[in-house]
Protein backbone atom coordinates (compact mmCIF):
# COMPACT_ATOMS: atom_id res chain seq x y z
CA UNK A 1 0.00 0.00 0.00
CA UNK A 2 2.62 2.17 0.88
CA UNK A 3 4.76 1.49 -2.20
CA UNK A 4 1.44 2.75 -4.38
CA UNK A 5 0.94 5.89 -2.83
CA UNK A 6 4.86 6.65 -3.49
CA UNK A 7 4.00 5.68 -6.55
CA UNK A 8 1.37 8.18 -7.13
CA UNK A 9 2.84 10.86 -5.54
CA UNK A 10 5.88 10.24 -7.72
CA UNK A 11 3.85 10.33 -10.93
CA UNK A 12 1.84 13.33 -9.91
CA UNK A 13 4.60 15.29 -9.31
CA UNK A 14 6.72 13.84 -12.77
CA UNK A 15 3.63 15.15 -14.77
CA UNK A 16 4.65 18.51 -13.70
CA UNK A 17 7.78 18.65 -13.34
CA UNK A 18 8.40 17.64 -17.01
CA UNK A 19 7.17 20.44 -18.68
CA UNK A 20 8.66 22.66 -16.27
CA UNK A 21 12.12 21.01 -17.09
CA UNK A 22 11.68 20.92 -20.44
CA UNK A 23 10.78 25.01 -20.95
CA UNK A 24 13.61 25.60 -18.01
CA UNK A 25 16.27 24.07 -20.62
CA UNK A 26 14.72 26.38 -23.28
CA UNK A 27 15.04 29.53 -21.50
CA UNK A 28 12.01 30.12 -19.86
CA UNK A 29 12.49 32.06 -16.77
CA UNK A 30 11.30 31.12 -13.38
CA UNK A 31 9.04 34.48 -12.86
CA UNK A 32 6.71 33.08 -15.49
CA UNK A 33 6.14 29.80 -13.46
CA UNK A 34 5.60 31.59 -10.51
CA UNK A 35 3.40 34.12 -11.78
CA UNK A 36 1.43 31.47 -13.39
CA UNK A 37 1.29 29.65 -9.84
CA UNK A 38 0.23 32.94 -7.75
CA UNK A 39 -2.24 33.65 -10.61
CA UNK A 40 -3.70 30.20 -9.53
CA UNK A 41 -3.57 30.62 -5.51
CA UNK A 42 -5.34 34.02 -6.00
CA UNK A 43 -7.98 32.67 -8.02
CA UNK A 44 -8.84 29.45 -6.01
CA UNK A 45 -9.05 31.58 -2.70
CA UNK A 46 -11.24 34.34 -4.76
CA UNK A 47 -13.34 31.06 -5.82
CA UNK A 48 -13.34 29.80 -2.20
CA UNK A 49 -14.66 33.07 -0.60
CA UNK A 50 -17.28 33.02 -3.58
CA UNK A 51 -18.52 29.94 -2.91
CA UNK A 52 -18.52 30.04 0.88
CA UNK A 53 -22.34 32.56 1.15
CA UNK A 54 -23.17 30.43 -2.00
CA UNK A 55 -22.12 27.15 -0.95
CA UNK A 56 -25.23 27.17 2.16
CA UNK A 57 -27.56 28.07 -0.51
CA UNK A 58 -26.33 25.82 -3.29
CA UNK A 59 -26.74 23.01 -1.13
CA UNK A 60 -30.62 24.39 0.12
CA UNK A 61 -31.68 24.09 -3.18
CA UNK A 62 -29.97 20.66 -3.18
CA UNK A 63 -32.16 19.52 -0.75
CA UNK A 64 -34.96 20.59 -1.68
CA UNK A 65 -34.81 19.51 -5.35
CA UNK A 66 -35.30 23.42 -6.27
CA UNK A 67 -31.87 22.62 -8.93
CA UNK A 68 -30.84 19.24 -9.98
CA UNK A 69 -27.17 18.05 -9.59
CA UNK A 70 -26.82 19.45 -13.87
CA UNK A 71 -27.55 23.11 -12.27
CA UNK A 72 -24.96 22.22 -9.77
CA UNK A 73 -22.32 21.46 -12.32
CA UNK A 74 -23.43 24.82 -14.82
CA UNK A 75 -22.87 26.80 -11.17
CA UNK A 76 -19.51 25.36 -10.55
CA UNK A 77 -18.35 25.91 -14.46
CA UNK A 78 -19.57 29.14 -14.00
CA UNK A 79 -17.28 30.04 -10.72
CA UNK A 80 -14.27 28.56 -12.47
CA UNK A 81 -14.41 30.77 -15.48
CA UNK A 82 -15.24 33.86 -13.88
CA UNK A 83 -12.24 33.60 -11.35
CA UNK A 84 -9.34 31.36 -12.77
CA UNK A 85 -10.17 33.11 -16.57
CA UNK A 86 -11.21 36.67 -15.06
CA UNK A 87 -7.74 36.47 -12.64
CA UNK A 88 -5.23 35.65 -15.77
CA UNK A 89 -6.58 38.65 -17.74
CA UNK A 90 -5.91 41.29 -14.53
CA UNK A 91 -2.22 39.26 -14.30
CA UNK A 92 -2.00 39.81 -18.15
CA UNK A 93 -2.90 43.17 -18.17
CA UNK A 94 -1.25 44.80 -15.43
CA UNK A 95 1.98 42.74 -15.39
CA UNK A 96 4.07 44.12 -17.86
CA UNK A 97 7.02 41.62 -17.65
CA UNK A 98 4.44 38.91 -18.22
CA UNK A 99 2.44 40.64 -21.34
CA UNK A 100 5.86 41.23 -23.11
CA UNK A 101 6.38 37.78 -22.61
CA UNK A 102 7.45 35.20 -25.78
CA UNK A 103 5.88 32.27 -26.69
CA UNK A 104 7.82 29.92 -24.78
CA UNK A 105 7.62 31.99 -21.49
CA UNK A 106 3.62 32.27 -21.93
CA UNK A 107 3.60 28.08 -22.15
CA UNK A 108 5.03 28.58 -18.92
CA UNK A 109 2.96 30.61 -17.09
CA UNK A 110 -0.13 27.98 -18.10
CA UNK A 111 2.15 25.45 -16.80
CA UNK A 112 2.76 27.11 -13.37
CA UNK A 113 -0.77 28.06 -13.07
CA UNK A 114 -1.32 24.14 -13.55
CA UNK A 115 1.15 23.22 -11.27
CA UNK A 116 -0.25 23.18 -7.82
CA UNK A 117 -2.53 21.35 -9.11
CA UNK A 118 -0.34 17.99 -8.92
CA UNK A 119 2.28 19.56 -6.75
CA UNK A 120 0.18 20.17 -3.77
CA UNK A 121 -1.04 16.73 -3.78
CA UNK A 122 2.25 14.99 -5.24
CA UNK A 123 3.77 16.18 -2.44
CA UNK A 124 1.07 15.28 -0.09
CA UNK A 125 1.17 11.67 -1.47
CA UNK A 126 4.84 11.40 -1.21
CA UNK A 127 4.96 12.51 2.79
CA UNK A 128 2.16 10.48 3.62
CA UNK A 129 3.66 7.27 1.48
CA UNK A 130 7.24 7.66 3.49
CA UNK A 131 4.93 8.07 6.81
CA UNK A 132 3.33 4.29 5.67
CA UNK A 133 6.56 2.74 5.10
CA UNK A 134 7.77 4.11 8.35
CA UNK A 135 5.04 3.00 10.53
CA UNK A 136 2.55 0.78 8.51
CA UNK A 137 0.32 1.10 11.64
CA UNK A 138 -1.03 4.55 10.70
CA UNK A 139 -2.69 2.92 8.25
CA UNK A 140 -5.13 1.57 11.10
CA UNK A 141 -5.75 5.00 12.56
CA UNK A 142 -7.78 5.78 9.05
CA UNK A 143 -11.31 4.64 8.56
CA UNK A 144 -12.01 2.31 6.32
CA UNK A 145 -14.44 4.85 4.17
CA UNK A 146 -11.85 7.40 3.91
CA UNK A 147 -8.93 4.90 3.36
CA UNK A 148 -10.95 3.49 0.04
CA UNK A 149 -11.63 6.90 -0.98
CA UNK A 150 -8.03 8.12 -0.84
CA UNK A 151 -5.60 5.58 -0.30
CA UNK A 152 -4.72 3.25 -3.82
CA UNK A 153 -5.02 -0.39 -3.34
CA UNK A 154 -2.11 -2.24 -4.20
CA UNK A 155 -3.21 -4.24 -6.52
CA UNK A 156 -3.99 -4.06 -10.93
CA UNK A 157 -6.72 -1.69 -9.93
CA UNK A 158 -5.20 0.56 -7.46
CA UNK A 159 -2.07 0.67 -10.22
CA UNK A 160 -4.89 1.71 -13.11
CA UNK A 161 -6.28 4.78 -10.91
CA UNK A 162 -2.98 5.32 -10.01
CA UNK A 163 -2.48 6.52 -13.65
CA UNK A 164 -5.91 7.45 -14.44
CA UNK A 165 -4.71 10.73 -11.95
CA UNK A 166 -1.55 10.79 -13.44
CA UNK A 167 -3.66 11.30 -17.05
CA UNK A 168 -6.03 13.87 -15.64
CA UNK A 169 -3.43 15.88 -14.13
CA UNK A 170 -1.37 15.92 -17.56
CA UNK A 171 -4.77 17.02 -19.24
CA UNK A 172 -5.29 19.78 -16.57
CA UNK A 173 -2.15 21.09 -17.74
CA UNK A 174 -2.69 21.18 -21.53
CA UNK A 175 -6.66 22.71 -20.73
CA UNK A 176 -4.57 25.50 -18.30
CA UNK A 177 -2.23 26.38 -20.85
CA UNK A 178 -4.51 26.81 -23.48
CA UNK A 179 -7.19 29.19 -22.21
CA UNK A 180 -4.00 31.13 -20.94
CA UNK A 181 -2.67 31.51 -24.08
CA UNK A 182 -6.40 32.63 -25.39
CA UNK A 183 -6.56 34.77 -23.09
CA UNK A 184 -2.91 36.55 -23.84
CA UNK A 185 -3.94 36.27 -27.05
CA UNK A 186 -6.89 38.53 -26.81
CA UNK A 187 -4.92 41.42 -24.87
CA UNK A 188 -2.03 41.48 -26.99
CA UNK A 189 -5.03 41.99 -30.72
CA UNK A 190 -7.43 43.57 -28.02
CA UNK A 191 -10.18 40.81 -30.16
CA UNK A 192 -11.95 39.46 -26.86
CA UNK A 193 -13.44 37.32 -28.87
CA UNK A 194 -10.57 34.97 -27.35
CA UNK A 195 -11.10 35.60 -24.25
CA UNK A 196 -14.94 35.01 -24.18
CA UNK A 197 -13.45 31.05 -26.03
CA UNK A 198 -11.54 30.44 -23.01
CA UNK A 199 -14.05 31.30 -20.44
CA UNK A 200 -16.80 29.21 -22.16
CA UNK A 201 -14.15 26.20 -22.72
CA UNK A 202 -13.45 26.10 -18.77
CA UNK A 203 -17.09 26.98 -17.93
CA UNK A 204 -17.78 23.41 -20.42
CA UNK A 205 -14.66 21.18 -19.01
CA UNK A 206 -15.37 22.09 -15.13
CA UNK A 207 -19.11 22.03 -15.52
CA UNK A 208 -18.82 18.02 -17.57
CA UNK A 209 -15.97 17.50 -14.71
CA UNK A 210 -18.76 18.09 -11.84
CA UNK A 211 -21.65 16.61 -13.50
CA UNK A 212 -19.77 13.19 -14.50
CA UNK A 213 -18.78 13.56 -10.57
CA UNK A 214 -22.78 13.90 -9.79
CA UNK A 215 -23.86 11.32 -11.66
CA UNK A 216 -21.18 8.60 -11.08
CA UNK A 217 -20.72 9.02 -7.14
CA UNK A 218 -18.24 7.60 -4.97
CA UNK A 219 -17.90 4.87 -8.37
CA UNK A 220 -15.26 7.74 -9.14
CA UNK A 221 -13.17 7.40 -6.31
CA UNK A 222 -13.29 3.64 -6.33
CA UNK A 223 -13.68 1.67 -9.83
CA UNK A 224 -11.03 1.96 -11.85
CA UNK A 225 -13.59 1.36 -14.81
CA UNK A 226 -15.49 4.17 -13.71
CA UNK A 227 -12.59 6.89 -13.54
CA UNK A 228 -11.55 5.68 -16.75
CA UNK A 229 -14.50 6.14 -18.47
CA UNK A 230 -14.68 9.77 -16.57
CA UNK A 231 -10.96 10.16 -17.95
CA UNK A 232 -11.81 8.65 -21.73
CA UNK A 233 -14.85 11.55 -21.71
CA UNK A 234 -12.44 14.30 -20.72
CA UNK A 235 -9.83 13.18 -22.60
CA UNK A 236 -11.76 15.00 -25.55
CA UNK A 237 -11.22 18.27 -24.07
CA UNK A 238 -7.55 17.59 -23.52
CA UNK A 239 -7.25 16.72 -27.52
CA UNK A 240 -9.02 19.22 -28.51
CA UNK A 241 -7.03 21.51 -26.34
CA UNK A 242 -3.78 20.18 -27.36
CA UNK A 243 -4.63 20.69 -31.20
CA UNK A 244 -5.83 24.24 -30.07
CA UNK A 245 -2.52 25.12 -28.88
CA UNK A 246 -0.89 23.83 -32.31
CA UNK A 247 -3.45 26.24 -34.31
CA UNK A 248 -2.36 29.72 -32.18
CA UNK A 249 1.10 28.42 -32.60
CA UNK A 250 0.54 28.41 -36.35
CA UNK A 251 -1.88 30.46 -37.09
CA UNK A 252 -2.35 33.11 -34.46
CA UNK A 253 0.72 33.53 -33.09
CA UNK A 254 2.83 36.13 -35.61
CA UNK A 255 6.39 37.02 -34.91
CA UNK A 256 4.99 40.62 -34.91
CA UNK A 257 2.63 39.02 -31.91
CA UNK A 258 6.00 38.31 -30.09
CA UNK A 259 6.21 41.73 -28.13
CA UNK A 260 9.53 40.84 -26.20
CA UNK A 261 11.27 40.45 -29.73
Known sequence: MALMVLLKGLL???????PVYYLASKGVRARFFLLGALAWVVAIIAKVVAVIPAGSFAQFIKKHG??????????????TGVFECGFVLLFVLYIKSLNNGKWNDLLGFGVGFAAPESIIPGVAFLIFGAVLLMSPEVVNQISPEVRDL?????????FLMVVASMVERAGAIVLH?????????????REWKWFWIAFVYKFAVDATSSNL??????????????????????LVF??????????????????????GS
Request: glycine content about 6%; charged content about 15%.
Open 66 to 79: IMPEIGLSLYSGLL
Open 213 to 234: KFAFGDAVFTSAGTLWLVEVIM
Open 12 to 18: LSLVIAV
Open 177 to 189: TFTVLLIFLAVRK
Open 150 to 158: AIPAANLKG
Open 238 to 259: DILALFGILYLKKHKWEENNEK
